[in-house]
Every structure is written in C-alpha cells, then in structure tokens.
C-alpha cells in the first residue's frame, strides 16, 4: 500500500529535537519516536509500505491516509530539517508607527512616537527564514500594523507560505468589514487582541478622542463575522471604577476573553503616569477583589489578570499565574522564561529581543542581541547573544540572588517574569519583585478565600507534578 501524511501533518527536525511534527492550527510541535517518524517519512505516495501494526497505528491516529501510487504529500508536510534550535513561533513588530499616541506604549523608548518600519520586502525575508528554521507561527503587531502600507500583502504571504496567523495585535480603529472579509477569502482567521482600556476611559489612554467609540464598533465586528476576540485592558488607578463594567459588557457581547494588565514601568508610562501605576500590592488587592465580584456575577468570558490570575468560568476553575512549572517536574535549566524560549520577537527596527514588553528599554538603553539586518534569523537562532540570552537557565537567576536557594516557592515561582524584573529592578537576572510578593505575602490563600465567599463551585486547578499545588508547597516549605 501507499500513503501520504495527512494535509494536517507536516515532519521536521531541529537540532536536540530530532523527531517531530506540527499540526495545522497548532501552534507548539509535537515529538515523535524514532520508529514512528522513520515510518513517516515514507508516506510520500511514492515508497511502497508493508501492512504493519504501527502502519495501522498512524492510520487511527491520523497522520497517514492511504493513497494511489503518485498522490504526494503537499510540499508543507514534506520532511524539512532546520540547523537553528526549535523555535515554533515569532513575534513579528512590522511597524513601529500608529495613529495613536498612547500614554503606555511598552514599545516606546521615550515619549516621543515611534517612526521605523519593517519594509515588506524585509517581512518577506523574515516569513522566508521562518519556513527555512521551521518556525509555524507569527503574531503580527505594531505600532498599529493596520498602517503598514503592505499589511493584507504580509498577511498573504503568510498563507503562501502555510505560516499560521495565530494573533494580531490592534487597537482596532482601521478594522472595517471590507478588511475581515479580505483576511476570510485568504483564509486568515486570527484571534483579534483589541486593546480597550475601560468604558469612559479608553479615550485617555490611547490619547486620542472617539478612540472608544470606534474600538466598540470594531471588536463588535470582529465578533459578529466569526472572529475569535481577545480585550486587552490596561488597569490603572483610574479605570478601576469601570473594570467589572467593562469585564460585564463584553461577556454580554459574547467575547471570548478579556486579558487585564497591570500597567508596566515602560519609559513611556512612568513619564505619563502622573500617580495612576498601581504598585504590585494594590494591583493584586484590587484584582482579587474584582476576581470575586466577577464569579459572583455568573459571567461566561475567559478572564486573564497578567500574572496573577486566570478564571475560566465555562469550566468553573482558576489558576494561580505566577506559579511557572504547573505539571512539570523541577529542573534546573528551565529557561529564565518559557514565553520567550518559544517565541521569537523581532521589532520594527529589527532587533531581536527577549520579549515585546522589553524592547522600549533595550532601546532605551541601547542594548542589543543582534539584528534582522546585519545578520539572517537563521544565524540568529543557531549561535548568538540573542539564543544565550533567552536559553539562560533559571540557575542563574538563584545563583544570582542567594535568597532564593531558601526559597519554599523558587521552584513554583523559577525566579518570576524578566520583564518584570527587568522593569523593577533593571536587572534581567534579578528575582521578579512581584512573584515574592505573591507567595510571600500569602496571596494565593487571600484569592482562595475571596472566590470560596463568592462562588462556592469554584476550584483552584494547580498541580505540580500531578498533585494540588497546596501539597507540594507544605512539601517544600517542610524541607
């Protein structure tokens, strides 16, 4: 008999992952024994194979589909092997530019507006060296990346090239029902990230009038054509007051998920803050609070509080955010940030950079780890400041501060989010303030009790290495 892989299957390999596969839509590839990918890599509609027990295996599971001699796989799910090490995703900044000024912008290094911009044939080469280094997916953001002059071309390239267009990031105002319907007819169908800063307080932020009005108008639109939506909400002191508001008006809309972010230091915010940050107590008070407000109300949409807690009202669980090694057992060469070793990001200069959130102070700074345009991707990934930066372990970061060798919560915690760190302390390797406050200052037992007093049906979901995190923390804190 002769088979090919299913149109949903594609074979690669990356140096220290041999044997592995990615599936359409999904964003993280998945590993394969030797004997299963040998066999695989003979479903070519061409190469003859014997009825086999595996061979049986692969149909159930299907990777495989029976074929006529000469009825190939397509030339995505063809075998393709990649020097670099495994990256499955890419942060693509294709503009630096937007119609907005916003007072928070993390990409800014000051706070004047951004003006670079990746030329589209430079994109083109990035999506070209994606394919090359098997990376599957790209979020594309700005700026506003609806000003790109080449913005629907980016995205058609993407799909010429079978790259996933998993996210992308928006402030919504350019969004129209001509635009959606053009991304339908390629096939495009992202998740839209619409940043919407609060009823009555949305103008402020994005500093500029009507900015509220029209982003309304577009995650409605977004929503209504079939679009999966994700709210992105910048919490401040400010906008606190409309918060569950906010939260309650896009339930009843239908959106999907709402993701609140705690303002970060970026340069921009500290200069235009004027008082409104909200320091890291105050933050998780008032995010418990309006966790248990939330769940007393029945609410169905997804909500995500940037690092500190997710509910999933559909299911009627949460998960502590800050705790980093959820099911996994402790080792100590974890990456310092999981996010980053599974992303890469590129800005609209062509830095490459840990992660989005830290790229206004590595240009602040003017620190780099290398760049799109003095050397290829490929080189980027396979021997650089930039790999040896986001493949530090997490050692480092204990060795650096001797307090967290004591630590019950270091392996729950590995150190907490560079970002922050960086932000707070403005050192990379530096123990994340934030994360000490949260499990020092008891903060999972406080969001515990606020949820039970709200909504008994309500359960905590964390579990490290199989067992309640509750255990395995008295476990540690025994030690």
């Not at 390999?13 to 999904?26: D, L, N, Q």
């Not at 990256?87 to 119609?99: H, S």
């Not at 999506?127 to 609806?146: A, R």
């Amino acid at each position: 008999m002769y088979y090919k892989l299913n149109p949903d299957i594609a074979l690669r390999r990356w140096k220290y992952v041999p044997y592995a596969y990615y599936k359409k839509g999904v964003r993280e590839a998945q590993k394969l024994n030797k004997e299963q990918f040998d066999t695989l890599i003979q479903c070519d509609g061409l190469t003859e194979l014997p009825d086999t027990p595996l061979v049986h295996q692969l149909i159930q599971q299907n990777f495989i589909i029976p074929v006529t001699k000469g009825d190939l796989s397509s030339t995505w799910s063809l075998f393709k092997e990649s020097q670099t090490r495994y990256f499955p995703a890419l942060y693509l900044v294709i503009t630096g530019k937007c119609n907005y000024n916003c007072l928070h912008c993390f990409m800014a290094a000051d706070n004047a507006p951004k003006m670079t911009e990746l030329s589209y044939e430079t994109c083109l080469n990035i999506l070209d060296e994606c394919v090359k280094c098997g990376i599957q997916t790209i979020v594309i953001t700005g700026g506003e990346p609806f000003v790109h002059p080449h913005f629907m071309d980016i995205l058609k390239a993407c799909q010429q090239r079978h790259l996933t267009v998993q996210d992308i990031n928006t402030n919504g105002s350019f969004i129209t029902k001509d635009i959606l319907n053009q991304m339908l007819e390629i096939n495009i169908l992202p998740r839209m990230k619409i940043s919407f800063d609060g009823l009555k307080h949305h103008d402020w932020m994005r500093n500029i009038k009507g900015a509220e009005k029209r982003t309304i108008q577009a995650i409605q639109l977004c929503h209504d054509m079939g679009f999966p939506v994700e709210v992105q909400t910048n919490v401040h002191l400010d906008n606190l007051d409309t918060l569950l508001e906010t939260a309650a008006f896009f339930d009843q809309m239908g959106i999907e998920e709402m993701r609140i972010i705690r303002t970060t230091e970026a340069p921009r915010w500290v200069h235009n803050a004027n008082g409104k940050c909200l320091d890291l107590e105050d933050y998780y008070q008032k995010m418990t609070h309006f966790a248990s407000q939330y769940v007393a109300q029945k609410r169905q949409m997804q909500i995500d509080i940037w690092q500190f807690l997710t509910l999933f009202p559909k299911q009627k669980v949460y998960r502590y955010r800050p705790i980093s090694l959820t099911g996994h057992s402790y080792r100590s060469n974890y990456p310092v940030c999981a996010g980053n070793r599974g992303m890469v990001t590129i800005t609209s200069s062509g830095e490459v950079v840990p992660c989005a959130q830290m790229s206004g102070y590595y240009e602040k700074n003017q620190m780099s780890l290398g760049n799109i345009y003095e050397t290829t991707l490929e080189s980027l990934l396979t021997d650089s400041p930039y790999l040896d930066k986001i493949t530090c372990p997490i050692s480092k970061v204990q060795e650096h501060d001797s307090s967290c060798k004591a630590c019950p919560y270091w392996k729950l915690c590995a150190g907490g989010c560079r970002a922050i760190a960086l932000a707070l302390t403005h050192d990379e390797l530096a123990r994340d303030p934030a994360k000490c406050l949260f499990f020092h200052h008891n903060w999972m037992d406080k969001i515990d009790h606020a949820i039970l007093i709200a909504n008994h049906d309500y359960q905590n979901i964390d579990t490290i290495d199989g067992k309640p995190v509750r255990e395995s923390i008295h476990k540690q804190e025994g030690q």
